[in-house]
Protein backbone atom coordinates (compact mmCIF):
# COMPACT_ATOMS: atom_id res chain seq x y z
CA UNK A 1 0.00 0.00 0.00
CA UNK A 2 1.32 3.64 -0.63
CA UNK A 3 0.04 6.94 1.38
CA UNK A 4 0.53 10.21 -0.71
CA UNK A 5 -0.52 13.84 -0.33
CA UNK A 6 -3.64 14.88 -1.83
CA UNK A 7 -3.57 16.65 -4.39
CA UNK A 8 -6.55 19.26 -4.49
CA UNK A 9 -7.94 21.70 -6.84
CA UNK A 10 -10.66 23.71 -7.62
CA UNK A 11 -12.66 22.91 -10.43
CA UNK A 12 -13.96 25.08 -12.96
CA UNK A 13 -17.39 24.01 -12.37
CA UNK A 14 -20.08 26.30 -11.10
CA UNK A 15 -22.16 23.89 -9.92
CA UNK A 16 -25.47 24.78 -7.93
CA UNK A 17 -28.41 22.56 -6.06
CA UNK A 18 -31.72 24.24 -5.37
CA UNK A 19 -32.28 21.95 -2.33
CA UNK A 20 -33.74 24.04 0.97
CA UNK A 21 -31.55 24.90 3.69
CA UNK A 22 -32.60 22.17 6.59
CA UNK A 23 -33.70 23.41 10.12
CA UNK A 24 -30.88 24.32 12.15
CA UNK A 25 -28.23 24.60 9.23
CA UNK A 26 -26.58 27.37 8.24
CA UNK A 27 -27.64 28.37 4.65
CA UNK A 28 -23.76 27.32 3.68
CA UNK A 29 -23.12 27.84 -0.31
CA UNK A 30 -22.29 24.46 -1.78
CA UNK A 31 -18.82 23.51 -2.73
CA UNK A 32 -17.02 21.29 -5.22
CA UNK A 33 -13.00 20.11 -4.41
CA UNK A 34 -11.73 18.07 -7.63
CA UNK A 35 -10.10 14.91 -6.57
CA UNK A 36 -7.18 13.77 -8.57
CA UNK A 37 -4.77 10.88 -7.51
CA UNK A 38 -0.88 12.55 -7.68
CA UNK A 39 0.60 10.78 -10.55
CA UNK A 40 -2.71 9.45 -12.03
CA UNK A 41 -3.97 10.53 -15.69
CA UNK A 42 -8.09 9.16 -14.73
CA UNK A 43 -9.61 9.50 -11.11
CA UNK A 44 -13.28 8.62 -10.45
CA UNK A 45 -14.37 9.21 -6.74
CA UNK A 46 -17.12 6.27 -6.37
CA UNK A 47 -17.88 5.86 -2.41
CA UNK A 48 -17.90 8.33 0.36
CA UNK A 49 -18.58 7.34 4.28
CA UNK A 50 -20.09 9.42 6.83
CA UNK A 51 -16.26 9.97 8.56
CA UNK A 52 -15.52 11.47 4.90
CA UNK A 53 -13.49 8.75 3.84
CA UNK A 54 -13.59 8.30 -0.48
CA UNK A 55 -12.73 5.62 -2.25
CA UNK A 56 -12.78 4.94 -5.99
CA UNK A 57 -10.21 4.48 -8.71
CA UNK A 58 -7.52 5.79 -10.98
CA UNK A 59 -5.31 4.91 -13.48
CA UNK A 60 -1.31 5.55 -14.35
CA UNK A 61 1.75 4.39 -15.71
CA UNK A 62 0.92 1.30 -13.85
CA UNK A 63 -2.23 0.13 -14.99
CA UNK A 64 -5.78 0.65 -12.99
CA UNK A 65 -5.81 0.94 -9.02
CA UNK A 66 -8.25 1.84 -6.43
CA UNK A 67 -7.75 4.17 -3.96
CA UNK A 68 -8.80 5.16 -0.18
CA UNK A 69 -8.50 8.69 0.01
CA UNK A 70 -9.15 9.61 3.91
CA UNK A 71 -10.65 13.35 4.97
CA UNK A 72 -7.63 14.85 5.99
CA UNK A 73 -6.61 14.19 2.18
CA UNK A 74 -4.20 11.23 2.30
CA UNK A 75 -4.10 8.36 -0.49
CA UNK A 76 -3.89 4.94 -0.04
CA UNK A 77 -3.36 2.43 -2.82
CA UNK A 78 -5.69 -0.75 -2.56
CA UNK A 79 -3.91 -3.12 -5.02
CA UNK A 80 -5.84 -7.08 -4.63
CA UNK A 81 -2.33 -9.26 -4.62
CA UNK A 82 -1.48 -10.83 -7.86
CA UNK A 83 -4.28 -9.09 -9.64
CA UNK A 84 -3.66 -7.41 -12.81
CA UNK A 85 -6.19 -4.32 -11.86
CA UNK A 86 -8.32 -3.20 -8.67
CA UNK A 87 -11.22 -1.04 -8.49
CA UNK A 88 -12.76 0.63 -5.13
CA UNK A 89 -16.51 1.24 -4.77
CA UNK A 90 -18.33 1.69 -1.53
CA UNK A 91 -17.28 2.31 1.92
CA UNK A 92 -19.23 1.84 5.43
CA UNK A 93 -18.35 3.79 8.52
CA UNK A 94 -16.28 0.92 10.04
CA UNK A 95 -13.68 1.52 6.71
CA UNK A 96 -15.01 -1.81 5.38
CA UNK A 97 -14.34 -1.25 1.29
CA UNK A 98 -15.95 -3.05 -1.36
CA UNK A 99 -14.53 -3.73 -4.93
CA UNK A 100 -13.68 -5.49 -7.81
CA UNK A 101 -10.65 -6.92 -9.21
CA UNK A 102 -9.01 -9.13 -11.95
CA UNK A 103 -7.29 -12.39 -12.02
CA UNK A 104 -7.16 -14.39 -14.64
CA UNK A 105 -9.03 -12.53 -17.36
CA UNK A 106 -12.21 -12.88 -14.53
CA UNK A 107 -13.68 -10.84 -12.30
CA UNK A 108 -14.20 -11.20 -8.82
CA UNK A 109 -15.30 -9.15 -5.75
CA UNK A 110 -13.60 -8.32 -2.43
CA UNK A 111 -13.92 -6.94 1.00
CA UNK A 112 -10.97 -4.72 2.37
CA UNK A 113 -10.35 -3.54 6.10
CA UNK A 114 -7.02 -2.65 7.97
CA UNK A 115 -4.94 -3.72 4.93
CA UNK A 116 -6.37 -7.57 4.49
CA UNK A 117 -8.22 -8.47 1.50
CA UNK A 118 -11.23 -11.28 1.55
CA UNK A 119 -12.30 -12.62 -2.00
CA UNK A 120 -16.00 -12.69 -2.48
CA UNK A 121 -17.46 -15.01 -5.43
CA UNK A 122 -21.19 -15.30 -5.59
CA UNK A 123 -21.13 -19.58 -6.36
CA UNK A 124 -21.29 -20.67 -9.64
CA UNK A 125 -21.39 -16.87 -11.01
CA UNK A 126 -18.53 -15.80 -13.88
CA UNK A 127 -18.16 -12.84 -12.39
CA UNK A 128 -19.20 -11.37 -9.38
CA UNK A 129 -18.89 -7.25 -8.93
CA UNK A 130 -19.55 -6.16 -5.24
CA UNK A 131 -20.59 -2.02 -5.23
CA UNK A 132 -22.09 -1.28 -1.85
CA UNK A 133 -21.72 -2.16 1.67
CA UNK A 134 -24.04 -0.85 4.70
CA UNK A 135 -22.99 -0.36 8.08
CA UNK A 136 -23.96 -3.36 8.97
CA UNK A 137 -22.11 -5.11 6.58
CA UNK A 138 -24.83 -6.24 4.11
CA UNK A 139 -23.09 -5.68 0.35
CA UNK A 140 -25.08 -5.60 -2.66
CA UNK A 141 -23.48 -5.95 -6.43
CA UNK A 142 -24.07 -7.63 -9.43
CA UNK A 143 -22.75 -10.91 -10.62
CA UNK A 144 -23.42 -12.87 -13.80
CA UNK A 145 -24.67 -16.58 -14.07
CA UNK A 146 -25.93 -17.06 -17.45
CA UNK A 147 -27.68 -13.72 -17.33
CA UNK A 148 -26.94 -10.10 -15.16
CA UNK A 149 -28.33 -10.54 -11.87
CA UNK A 150 -28.33 -8.21 -8.53
CA UNK A 151 -27.30 -9.70 -5.13
CA UNK A 152 -27.19 -8.67 -1.57
CA UNK A 153 -24.98 -10.71 0.79
CA UNK A 154 -26.06 -10.85 4.48
CA UNK A 155 -25.27 -13.56 6.91
CA UNK A 156 -22.61 -15.39 4.51
CA UNK A 157 -25.90 -15.78 2.64
CA UNK A 158 -25.98 -14.90 -1.38
CA UNK A 159 -29.54 -13.65 -2.24
CA UNK A 160 -30.42 -12.62 -5.67
CA UNK A 161 -31.80 -9.32 -6.66
CA UNK A 162 -34.27 -9.27 -9.75
CA UNK A 163 -36.66 -6.55 -10.93
CA UNK A 164 -39.85 -8.70 -12.13
CA UNK A 165 -39.87 -8.31 -15.91
CA UNK A 166 -36.56 -7.24 -16.90
CA UNK A 167 -33.63 -8.62 -18.48
CA UNK A 168 -30.95 -7.59 -16.75
CA UNK A 169 -30.73 -6.16 -12.97
CA UNK A 170 -28.02 -4.49 -11.27
CA UNK A 171 -27.43 -3.51 -7.53
CA UNK A 172 -24.71 -0.77 -6.48
CA UNK A 173 -25.67 1.27 -3.26
CA UNK A 174 -27.75 0.24 0.07
CA UNK A 175 -28.35 2.51 2.89
CA UNK A 176 -28.70 1.62 7.08
CA UNK A 177 -32.52 1.13 6.27
CA UNK A 178 -32.06 -1.86 3.84
CA UNK A 179 -33.26 0.28 0.74
CA UNK A 180 -31.30 -0.81 -2.32
CA UNK A 181 -30.96 1.12 -5.52
CA UNK A 182 -29.60 0.01 -8.71
CA UNK A 183 -30.91 -0.37 -12.28
CA UNK A 184 -32.16 -2.62 -14.91
CA UNK A 185 -32.85 -3.09 -17.93
CA UNK A 186 -35.96 -3.66 -20.07
CA UNK A 187 -34.66 -4.69 -23.46
CA UNK A 188 -34.95 -0.93 -24.75
CA UNK A 189 -32.96 1.11 -21.95
CA UNK A 190 -31.69 1.59 -18.94
CA UNK A 191 -34.15 2.55 -16.02
CA UNK A 192 -33.24 2.91 -11.81
CA UNK A 193 -34.94 1.42 -9.30
CA UNK A 194 -34.85 1.75 -5.52
CA UNK A 195 -36.26 -1.96 -3.76
CA UNK A 196 -37.62 -1.48 -0.14
CA UNK A 197 -38.22 -4.83 1.31
CA UNK A 198 -40.12 -6.84 -1.30
CA UNK A 199 -41.51 -3.65 -3.45
CA UNK A 200 -39.33 -2.16 -6.34
CA UNK A 201 -39.78 1.62 -7.40
CA UNK A 202 -38.89 2.61 -11.12
CA UNK A 203 -36.76 5.71 -11.10
CA UNK A 204 -36.48 8.13 -14.53
CA UNK A 205 -35.19 11.29 -14.65
CA UNK A 206 -37.89 12.86 -16.55
CA UNK A 207 -37.10 13.77 -20.43
CA UNK A 208 -34.05 11.30 -19.83
CA UNK A 209 -32.94 7.97 -22.34
CA UNK A 210 -31.08 6.52 -19.38
CA UNK A 211 -31.50 6.88 -16.03
CA UNK A 212 -29.23 4.85 -13.40
CA UNK A 213 -29.55 5.26 -9.85
CA UNK A 214 -26.33 4.63 -8.06
CA UNK A 215 -25.35 5.92 -3.99
CA UNK A 216 -28.09 6.23 -1.62
CA UNK A 217 -28.11 7.81 2.06
CA UNK A 218 -29.93 6.58 4.94
CA UNK A 219 -32.94 9.73 4.62
CA UNK A 220 -33.94 8.01 1.15
CA UNK A 221 -31.60 10.93 -1.20
CA UNK A 222 -30.35 8.87 -4.18
CA UNK A 223 -27.88 9.92 -6.61
CA UNK A 224 -26.60 8.63 -10.06
CA UNK A 225 -26.21 9.02 -13.40
CA UNK A 226 -28.68 10.02 -16.86
CA UNK A 227 -28.38 10.75 -20.66
CA UNK A 228 -30.44 13.06 -23.02
CA UNK A 229 -30.76 13.09 -26.60
CA UNK A 230 -27.79 15.99 -25.81
CA UNK A 231 -27.04 15.65 -22.19
CA UNK A 232 -25.78 13.69 -19.47
CA UNK A 233 -25.39 14.37 -15.94
CA UNK A 234 -24.90 13.33 -12.40
CA UNK A 235 -28.16 13.92 -10.53
CA UNK A 236 -29.50 14.05 -7.12
CA UNK A 237 -32.82 12.84 -6.06
CA UNK A 238 -34.52 14.45 -2.81
CA UNK A 239 -37.88 12.01 -1.52
CA UNK A 240 -40.40 12.06 -2.82
CA UNK A 241 -39.33 12.96 -6.79
CA UNK A 242 -37.59 16.06 -6.36
CA UNK A 243 -34.43 16.02 -9.19
CA UNK A 244 -31.58 18.00 -9.25
CA UNK A 245 -29.01 17.92 -11.78
CA UNK A 246 -25.47 18.09 -10.96
CA UNK A 247 -22.41 19.52 -13.37
CA UNK A 248 -24.43 21.55 -15.80
CA UNK A 249 -21.15 23.38 -17.12
CA UNK A 250 -18.94 20.13 -17.24
CA UNK A 251 -19.81 18.01 -20.81
CA UNK A 252 -20.24 14.90 -18.37
CA UNK A 253 -20.69 14.24 -15.39
CA UNK A 254 -21.85 11.33 -12.98
CA UNK A 255 -22.60 11.01 -9.55
CA UNK A 256 -21.53 7.85 -7.91
CA UNK A 257 -22.28 7.86 -3.94
CA UNK A 258 -23.53 10.28 -0.97
CA UNK A 259 -23.30 10.15 2.76
CA UNK A 260 -25.77 11.28 5.06
CA UNK A 261 -23.82 15.18 5.53
CA UNK A 262 -24.64 15.70 2.04
CA UNK A 263 -21.66 15.18 0.44
CA UNK A 264 -21.65 13.73 -3.25
CA UNK A 265 -18.98 11.93 -4.77
CA UNK A 266 -18.28 11.13 -8.36
CA UNK A 267 -16.23 12.53 -11.43
CA UNK A 268 -16.30 15.21 -14.05
CA UNK A 269 -14.95 15.60 -17.78
CA UNK A 270 -12.59 18.70 -18.39
CA UNK A 271 -14.49 20.85 -20.95
CA UNK A 272 -11.34 21.66 -22.10
CA UNK A 273 -8.94 18.54 -22.38
CA UNK A 274 -11.79 16.13 -21.41
CA UNK A 275 -9.60 14.39 -19.26
CA UNK A 276 -11.54 12.72 -15.86
CA UNK A 277 -11.06 13.93 -12.94
CA UNK A 278 -12.83 12.76 -9.28
CA UNK A 279 -15.59 15.25 -7.56
CA UNK A 280 -16.38 15.96 -4.32
CA UNK A 281 -19.39 17.94 -3.98
CA UNK A 282 -20.49 19.34 -0.58
CA UNK A 283 -23.92 20.95 -0.03
CA UNK A 284 -25.37 21.26 3.91
CA UNK A 285 -28.13 22.02 2.97
CA UNK A 286 -29.53 18.58 2.18
CA UNK A 287 -27.44 16.83 5.39
CA UNK A 288 -29.29 14.36 7.15
CA UNK A 289 -26.48 14.52 9.97
CA UNK A 290 -23.80 17.31 10.99
CA UNK A 291 -21.21 17.62 8.01
CA UNK A 292 -17.73 15.77 9.05
CA UNK A 293 -15.86 18.74 10.77
CA UNK A 294 -18.71 20.07 12.82
CA UNK A 295 -19.16 17.16 15.12
CA UNK A 296 -16.31 14.99 16.67
CA UNK A 297 -18.99 11.70 15.80
CA UNK A 298 -19.05 9.43 13.26
CA UNK A 299 -22.93 9.93 11.84
CA UNK A 300 -25.66 8.11 12.03
CA UNK A 301 -25.09 5.79 8.41
CA UNK A 302 -23.53 4.46 6.13
CA UNK A 303 -22.75 6.38 2.99
CA UNK A 304 -23.04 3.83 0.05
CA UNK A 305 -20.91 3.85 -2.77
CA UNK A 306 -21.74 2.80 -6.59
CA UNK A 307 -20.30 0.62 -9.21
CA UNK A 308 -20.00 1.85 -12.29
CA UNK A 309 -17.70 3.88 -14.49
CA UNK A 310 -19.01 6.50 -16.36
CA UNK A 311 -16.33 7.93 -18.41
CA UNK A 312 -16.66 10.14 -21.40
CA UNK A 313 -12.67 9.14 -21.67
CA UNK A 314 -9.98 10.78 -23.80
CA UNK A 315 -7.70 8.31 -25.97
CA UNK A 316 -5.57 6.92 -23.65
CA UNK A 317 -8.01 7.33 -20.70
CA UNK A 318 -10.61 4.51 -20.83
CA UNK A 319 -9.54 2.55 -24.22
CA UNK A 320 -12.09 1.41 -26.81
CA UNK A 321 -14.38 0.11 -24.32
CA UNK A 322 -17.19 -0.27 -27.43
CA UNK A 323 -15.23 -2.63 -29.36
CA UNK A 324 -14.53 -4.36 -25.90
CA UNK A 325 -18.17 -4.68 -25.31
CA UNK A 326 -18.98 -6.09 -28.19
CA UNK A 327 -16.17 -8.70 -28.30
CA UNK A 328 -17.31 -9.60 -24.56
CA UNK A 329 -20.82 -9.35 -25.18
CA UNK A 330 -22.64 -12.41 -23.44
CA UNK A 331 -26.31 -11.44 -24.48
CA UNK A 332 -28.54 -8.68 -25.42
CA UNK A 333 -27.72 -6.01 -22.88
CA UNK A 334 -24.05 -6.10 -23.32
CA UNK A 335 -24.88 -5.16 -26.80
CA UNK A 336 -27.17 -2.30 -25.92
CA UNK A 337 -24.68 -0.87 -23.62
CA UNK A 338 -22.15 -0.77 -26.43
CA UNK A 339 -24.26 0.48 -29.19
CA UNK A 340 -25.85 2.78 -26.38
CA UNK A 341 -22.92 4.50 -24.53
CA UNK A 342 -20.48 4.81 -27.65
CA UNK A 343 -17.29 3.27 -26.04
CA UNK A 344 -18.09 5.82 -23.21
CA UNK A 345 -19.03 3.22 -20.58
CA UNK A 346 -16.47 0.96 -18.73
CA UNK A 347 -17.99 -0.75 -15.91
CA UNK A 348 -16.64 -3.28 -13.30
CA UNK A 349 -12.82 -4.24 -14.70
CA UNK A 350 -11.34 -3.57 -18.06
CA UNK A 351 -10.25 -6.78 -18.32
CA UNK A 352 -13.12 -8.82 -17.03
CA UNK A 353 -14.52 -11.64 -18.90
CA UNK A 354 -17.93 -10.37 -17.57
CA UNK A 355 -19.33 -7.01 -19.37
CA UNK A 356 -22.93 -6.49 -18.27
Known sequence: MRRQKALLCTAVLILVLGAPVRPGLAATPPTLTTIDVPGATFTQALG??????????????????????????TYTALDFPGASSTEAYGINTSGQIVGTYDLGGSGHGF??????????????????FPHGISDTGQIVGTYYQGATHGFILQGGVFTPIDV?????????????????????????????????????????????TMTLALGNNSGG????YQETASVSSGWLRVPPSTFTMIGASSPSTGAEGIN??????????????FLIHGLLYTDPSIAVVT????NPGTGT???????????????????????????RGEGEHAATHAATHEGQHQCHDDDSDVEH
Open 111 to 128: VWQGGTFTPIDVPGATGT
Open 291 to 294: PPGS
Open 221 to 224: QIVG
Open 164 to 208: PGARATEAYGINKTGQIVGLYFDGSRDHGYALQGSTFSTIDVPGS
Open 48 to 73: INNSGQIVGLYIDIAGLHGFLRQAAG
Open 301 to 327: GAGTGTGCVWAAAGEGQGGDTEGRDQA
Open 260 to 273: DAGQIVGWYSDPTT
